[in-house]
């Protein structure tokens, strides 16, 4: 069972908006880093956005200041807020939950299958 689901990608226009979700399939697991990376044809995934149970929050340069990243901790449920698209924003979109220790290695991680986001220009 895949412990994490991802919904909201689709087809867009460039500079178009999307919000994706990812929300826990069952079970119960503790984490202390939520995130969201993304993986376009060719290429190694790569983060876009985290979000730590402090509420530390990291972008990609590529995505500062058009996405946003947010939690809602009651339902575990993580959201990413994307605007003005561009073509180069296309690709499988991965939620990723983590417990990450303070020496900053990865205790344990979960991911969810992926939503597809594909922006025309």
């Known amino acids: 069972q895949v412990p994490l689901v991802e919904s909201g990608g689709g087809l867009v226009q460039a500079g178009g908006s999307l919000r994706l979700s990812c929300v826990p399939s069952?079970?119960?697991?503790?984490?202390?880093?939520r995130g969201w990376y993304r993986q376009a044809p060719g290429k190694e995934r790569e983060m876009v956005a985290t979000?730590?149970?402090?509420?530390?929050?990291n972008y990609a340069a590529n995505v500062k200041g058009r996405f946003a990243i947010s939690t809602d901790y009651a339902r575990k449920t993580v959201y990413l807020q994307m605007n003005g698209l561009k073509s180069e924003d296309s690709g499988l979109y991965f939620c990723r939950a983590a417990w990450v220790r303070e020496d900053g290695g990865v205790g344990y991680e979960y991911w969810g299958q992926g939503t597809q986001v594909t922006v025309s220009s």
């Open positions: 069952g079970g119960v697991f503790t984490v202390n880093s």
């Open positions: 979000i730590t149970e402090d509420g530390s929050i």
